[in-house]
Structures are given as structure tokens and as C-alpha cells.
């Protein structure tokens, strides 16, 4: 008998609806439900929670999930010290479990193996979702400073230009970030060439210092995807198999569209860039090393000064030892200059030498 994979139905928020006005999914009854049903009655959850609810307000439940679950309150403030950042996922599935979801449901997990294009069996939601709250620690360990320790110290350092350009970097990549959402939400829908990302970045005036910050952020989940799609490593084998392969595939161009476009800026900025203006070395400096005579009693002479040589068109020069007498005169289209003891820039034809009468 064949078996179709039904698409999830989108939820659609008009412009008057208030975020979590309508009731949220009761888990109640999900013992009594089939494999296929309560397969699809999941997917509408989390797809209910992305258009119904802001991440912010998600966000209490995982916390609230972590302390349930024994994470230290350091793992909770580095967690939160993570901004909410790549956690909209993890904070659904958290809220689900809080309000009901179980864990793993043998049922659904028979259906999945039935779905086509599916790859490994279905795994608990928590491996996921602890996955997401390491990450998300990681990532709070690398803030210098977390928020609520800011507020409590009176004289706080201002914002470094790297703290700056990262606060602007991260503003830049929200649409990217609905995008991502938007694939969750409906994999099968999803088009990884409708948003171009590299016309979004542009018009927000994304400069290559700005695209190296998003390269960043986007390199560790490609990696990721590319691995999976590999299937060398069967934890994200099986992490990955509920998207099947082709939406692995859309995941995988819409992660390389994203760098393929930082790539170009960060190269259109190296070219753009304005050649750094080389500072005139002082003539003082260029003459340190020559020596010279600066006055001769006996023949009542006074050298100038070696520095006058440097830009001149014709020099004269007496050695008193050997008693001859120079010229030198510059080559055209170009003056005399000094090199360490050396008097350079010189025409070779017309500049002579003999001794003085």
C-alpha cells in the first residue's frame, strides 16, 4: 500500500491577530491518536507556536525546562547570555513538553519508517533539543560580558567597534532568520532561491566586515548539513532524517547561498578599498647614514645640508682628499635622491667627474 506524506498546514497570523490570542495545542488526548495522526498534529503544533508566539516569549518554558532538568544556573545564565539566538526551535519543543508532548511516541516513530525519502528512525525531541541548549551555552561562554552583569556595574566600558559591528552584523541577518523559520515551518514549501540574499545584504549596506560576522554564524550549521548529507556521522544521520533528503538538500543550498554571498562582499570589499597611503619618510632620515664634510678651514668651503640633495636637479660635489670635483645631474622626468651613502636618480651621461685645477 503506498503511503503519502501529508504537508503540514500553514498557519496564517493576519495583520489584527495578537501573538498566543488563540488557545494553544492541548496534548491531552495524544495517547489515543494513530502514528500518521499524531505526526500531524506535532508539525501543526510547532508550526501554531512560530506564527502564533515571538521567541521571546517561548523562551521562559526552555529555561523553565532546563532547571526541571537539573542544568546548573551557570548552564541557564550562559544560556540566556545567548540572546535567543538560533533557539525558536528548541524553545517550541520545550513549551510542547512542558504542556504535554511526550518525549518520544512509538506510534509516530512506526509511521516516520513507513514516510518515503525519510533516512534512520525517529529519535526522542530532547536529543535535539539538548543539541540546541549546548550551543546555546557555547555561545554565552563567548560574550564577554553578560547583559545582567553590565547593569550592575556603574561604570561599564562602552561598546568596542567589534562589539559594535557584531550588534549591526547580527540586525542584518533577521529576514535570514525568518527564512529559516519558514523552513521549519513547511520544508516542503520552502524555495531556497526566492530570498536573495545577497540583494538583502546589500540594501542593508552590508560591507565586508559585516559579511565575515555572518559568515560566522552561518559556517557552523553548513558544515553541519553538509555532513549529515555525507552520512558518515550517524548522530546527525539521524538528528536530520525527519527533514528527508530533499529538504536536506534545500536546508544545504540555502546555508551555501548565504556564504557564497558573504564570499562575494568580503571580495568586493578587498577591491573596493582604498589603497593605504604610504607615509613620506623624512629627508633627515633618508640622509642619516651619509657622511660628509661640513667644512673644509683650509679651502674655505661649507657643505650644504645632504637632506637639499633629495629633490634637487643638479648638485655639486668636491672630495677635498682626491681633490675632485662632480656633477650631478638628474635624469629626466625625475630628481635626485638618497639611498643609505648613495646619491641616486642621476643621468649617467651628462653627470661627470675630474679633478680640480
Known amino acids: 500500500m503506498a503511503v503519502t506524506k501529508a504537508k503540514p498546514k500553514k498557519v496564517v497570523v493576519s495583520a489584527g491577530t495578537r501573538r498566543g490570542a488563540n488557545p494553544d495545542p492541548k496534548w491531552t488526548d495524544w495517547e489515543k491518536m494513530t502514528g500518521e495522526q499524531y505526526h500531524r498534529f506535532r508539525r501543526n503544533a510547532v508550526a501554531y507556536y512560530y506564527a502564533e508566539y515571538k521567541t521571546a516569549d517561548l523562551l521562559p518554558d526552555l529555561y523553565a525546562w532546563m532547571k526541571e532538568n537539573k542544568y546548573s544556573s551557570e548552564d541557564i545564565r550562559m544560556a540566556k547570555a545567548a540572546n535567543g539566538f538560533n533557539l525558536t526551535q528548541a524553545a517550541i519543543i520545550a513549551r510542547c513538553l512542558r504542556t504535554g508532548m511526550p518525549d518520544f511516541n512509538e506510534k509516530e516513530a512506526k509511521h516516520w519508517e513507513e514516510l518515503p525519502g525519510t533516512m534512520g528512525e525517529l529519535k526522542p525531541v530532547t536529543i535535539f533539543l539538548r543539541e540546541r541548549i549546548a550551543d546555546a551555552i557555547e555561545r554565552g561562554r563567548d560574550v564577554k560580558e553578560p547583559e545582567e552583569e553590565k547593569k550592575e556595574v556603574s561604570t561599564?566600558?562602552?561598546?568596542?567597534?567589534?562589539?559594535?559591528?557584531?550588534?549591526?552584523?547580527?540586525?542584518?541577518?533577521?529576514?535570514?532568520?525568518?527564512?529559516?523559520?519558514?523552513?521549519?515551518?513547511?520544508?516542503?514549501?520552502?524555495?531556497?532561491?526566492?530570498?536573495?540574499?545577497?540583494?538583502?545584504?546589500?540594501?542593508?549596506?552590508?560591507?565586508?566586515?559585516?559579511?565575515?560576522?555572518?559568515?560566522?554564524?552561518?559556517?557552523?550549521?553548513?558544515?553541519?548539513?553538509?555532513?549529515?548529507?555525507?552520512?558518515?556521522?550517524?548522530?546527525?544521520?539521524?538528528?536530520?532524517?525527519?527533514?528527508?533528503?530533499?529538504?536536506?538538500?534545500?536546508?544545504?543550498?540555502?546555508?551555501?547561498?548565504?556564504?557564497?554571498?558573504?564570499?562575494?562582499?568580503?571580495?568586493?570589499?578587498?577591491?573596493?578599498?582604498?589603497?593605504?597611503?604610504?607615509?613620506?619618510?623624512?629627508?633627515?632620515?633618508?640622509?642619516?647614514?651619509?657622511?660628509?664634510?661640513?667644512?673644509?678651514?683650509?679651502?674655505?668651503?661649507?657643505?650644504?645640508?645632504?637632506?637639499?640633495?633629495?629633490?634637487?636637479?643638479?648638485?655639486?660635489?668636491?672630495?677635498?682628499?682626491?681633490?675632485?670635483?662632480?656633477?650631478?645631474?638628474?635624469?629626466?622626468?625625475?630628481?635626485?635622491r638618497v639611498k643609505g651613502t648613495t646619491i641616486i636618480g642621476f643621468d649617467e651621461n651628462k653627470s661627470v667627474q675630474k679633478n680640480s685645477a
Open 156 to 336: 561599564a566600558p562602552q561598546p568596542s567597534i567589534q562589539d559594535r559591528l557584531r550588534e549591526a552584523a547580527f540586525k542584518m541577518t533577521e529576514e535570514i532568520e525568518d527564512a529559516h523559520e519558514s523552513f521549519l515551518m513547511d520544508p516542503e514549501g520552502f524555495d531556497p532561491k526566492a530570498i536573495k540574499i545577497v540583494n538583502l545584504l546589500k540594501g542593508k549596506e552590508c560591507k565586508g566586515a559585516h559579511a565575515r560576522v555572518i559568515k560566522e554564524i552561518y559556517q557552523r550549521p553548513f558544515d553541519e548539513v553538509v555532513e549529515a548529507m555525507a552520512g558518515k556521522d550517524e548522530q546527525l544521520k539521524e538528528g536530520y532524517a525527519w527533514l528527508g533528503k530533499k529538504n536536506i538538500k534545500k536546508l544545504h543550498d540555502f546555508y551555501q547561498e548565504i556564504i557564497s554571498a558573504c564570499d562575494m562582499l568580503q571580495q568586493e570589499g578587498k577591491v573596493n578599498r582604498k589603497p593605504r597611503v604610504k607615509k613620506a619618510v623624512p629627508k633627515d632620515k633618508l640622509v642619516a647614514k651619509m657622511k660628509y664634510k661640513k667644512t673644509d678651514d683650509q679651502l674655505k668651503l661649507v657643505s650644504i645640508n645632504p637632506a637639499d640633495i633629495i629633490g634637487s636637479q643638479e648638485v655639486w660635489v668636491f672630495n677635498t682628499k682626491t681633490r675632485k670635483l662632480g656633477k650631478y645631474v638628474a635624469a629626466a622626468y625625475n630628481d635626485l
